[in-house]
């Protein structure tokens, strides 16, 4: 199953933008998307891990897929190790909440 993103999507998560992995699997992305990376906004706060976003098989709805979004997962990781467990750990169960 791909998901399909057409639209900004804007949110805020836990209150806490330091501690975000933002993980794209197997996504197809709108034709007029934008070529720019999603960045890390200046911040005077300290960032302890870095840019921790990933992709996997994501394209867009024309082709001519950017260079930015190219199969980049964390080293060791691959797409059949990405579960609910590895996104969520124990603290929460989407299959059960």
Partial sequence: MAIHVSR?????????PFKVILT?????????????????????????WGKRIYYFNCHRESGNDYSWYA????????EKDITVQWVFGSSWNPTIN
Avoid: H
């Fill in 8 to 16: 900004p999507i804007f949110f805020a998560l836990d209150g806490d």
């Fill in 24 to 48: 794209s699997v197997n996504c197809v992305f709108a034709k007029n998307m934008k070529d720019a990376e999603i960045y890390l906004v200046a911040t005077s706060n300290t960032i302890l």
């Fill in 71 to 78: 199969n980049r997962l964390p080293e060791g990781l691959q």
